[in-house]
Structures are given as C-alpha cells and as structure tokens.
C-alpha cells in the first residue's frame, strides 16, 4: 500500500531529524514504545529500511533520506493548504510578503508604494525572515510572494519576476586598510586571518566550513565588522543600512545577484497577480 498519512509522516521526520528515538518521542509528545512501533510498522508497509539502528544511535539510510525531503514537502504543503483556506476564508484583502530583514530596502519600498496606488490593491504583510527562510516560508504558506535572490536562494518550484541586478560588495571595518580601496577581487579578500568572511547558515541550517564566525543577523554582523572581526559580501543595495564604522568596496569579479519577486507556480491569487504586475512595470 502506497498511502502515507500525515501522522506517520511527522513521526518519522522527528525521528530523522532527531536521529533519537526519545527526543523525538519528546518532541511529539508521546511515548517512545509507539513513536517506535510506528516506524517499524512504516518500513514495513514500505518494504525498506529507513534507518540504521546500532550502540552508537540512529543513522537515515539512502531510501530514508529520499523519504525525509519528501515528507517534508507533504508536510508543508498540508500546512500551506490549510493556511490559505482559512485566509480565504477572512474578509481581508490582505498579502503576506517574507523578505529578509535588513535586504533591499528601498526596492521593496518602491514595489510597495507602486502596488498600493493601484486600484483595489490588497493590503501587504511584511514577515521579515532570516537567511533562506522565505523559499520554506512560500511553500508552508506562511507566505503568498517573496523577494529572493539568485544566485543564492533556491528557486525551484516558485514562478518569479526579476526586479534588480546589481554587483557585489566586501563590507568592511572603516579602519582596515583595504577599506581604502576603489575596489577588490574575491582573491583578495579571501583567506585573511586577520579579517575573515563572515558565513550565513544554508538552507538547512548549516555552515560552510570555513574561519569567518557564524552569523545568524544582520545586527550581529553589523557589530562583527565594526569592531574588525569579520568583513561580508553582500549587494550593493546593503548600503543603505551601513553604519559609519563599515566601508563598502565593490568586488570586481564577484557574480553580479539578481533579486525577484517569487511565489508558488501553482498560486492562482488575484492579488498575488496584481502585485507581479506591478513588479514587471516597476
């Protein structure tokens, strides 16, 4: 039988995301004898083994990591359906638009300003979220459009419309000596121990290898660069929010980044076609 409920669903992604039969008992709130008959009982009726099970803990095997994107991709979009049923339902006119926090600020700002000088314009939501967030965000509903940037966000899935392109940027402490230049290569910001690259979380939540610390905002990178810990590279655009202790030097061979509108393929919402609309004229 080739049915899979929700409910075995979000057992088994806790477990994989776990990888602890009792923490993940935990997460869901029951007990560990059935989370654990569950599964057994799943990797049966699938006829594959989806996890390793040994002294040292619980490994995803190969068929369990195809089944742990694809449960995640159900689970999603059962949330998003239920989501935007109830939206539909309220007598709003309203869109939710995920960006995240501190990116582009006056491109939104003129989208937003175009979009509400149209006729019926719908009201906009701003959900402000951290790197990568809003591709999640579109496809669990949470969110009706996007802006999101290529070459760094993964589109797939999502209709968008481009919106700007523009080069790449080595934001640097005001004091540091390549803060004097007219502008850089990535040779030459790369592998300074004195100044390292700062590294955002991918999409999963994990980091690039690397010296740069860690950054989960841009509040902490701001005060990473101006104390001379770390240097980014971000849009041009980022200008807008540098303080006085920052210095932005064009990169001359960095890819240039293209940020869009993006939304679901499969949306049919008028509003969220109005606001493409406006986005194509902008």
Same mark, same amino acid.
């Given at each position: 039988m080739d049915t899979l409920e929700t409910r075995e669903l979000r057992y088994f992604v806790a477990v994989a995301e776990e990888l602890h039969f009792s923490r993940a008992a935990e997460r869901l709130g029951i007990a560990q004898p059935p989370l654990s008959r569950a599964i057994q009982q799943l990797e049966r009726r699938l006829g594959v083994t989806l996890f390793d099970r040994d002294r040292r803990g619980v490994t995803l095997t190969g068929a369990g990591r195809v089944l742990l %994107?694809?449960?995640r991709s159900v689970l999603d979009g059962a949330?998003?359906?239920?989501r935007r049923t109830r939206r539909a339902a309220t007598t709003t006119h309203r869109l939710t638009l995920a960006t995240k926090a501190g990116s582009n600020h006056e491109l939104l700002q003129?989208?937003?300003d175009a979009y509400a000088a149209e006729p019926g314009a719908a009201e906009i939501e701003i959900l402000l979220c951290g790197m990568g967030d809003q591709a999640r965000m579109l496809r669990d509903g949470r969110a009706d459009v996007a802006l999101m940037q290529r070459p760094f966000?993964?589109?797939a899935g999502f209709d968008t419309e481009d919106l700007l392109t523009e080069q790449q940027v080595a934001i640097l402490p005001a004091g540091h000596p390549l803060?004097?230049?007219?502008?850089?290569?990535?040779?030459?910001?790369? %592998?300074?121990?004195?100044?390292?690259?700062a590294r955002w979380p991918r999409p999963d939540g994990s980091y690039e290898p690397g010296p740069g610390p860690e950054i989960h905002d841009q509040a902490q990178l701001a005060q990473l660069i101006a104390l001379g810990h770390a240097m980014a590279v971000l849009c041009a655009s980022s200008r807008s929010w540098l303080w006085n202790a920052h210095v932005a030097v064009p990169l001359t061979d960095a890819p240039y980044v293209t940020t869009v509108l993006a939304w679901p393929a499969h949306s049919r919402s008028r509003a969220v076609a109005g606001l493409v609309r406006t986005a194509a004229e902008l």
């Open positions: %994107d694809e449960a949330a998003a359906a239920a003129k989208l937003l966000d993964a589109l803060a004097a230049r007219t502008s850089l290569s990535l040779a030459e910001i790369s %592998d300074r121990p004195d100044l390292p690259v």
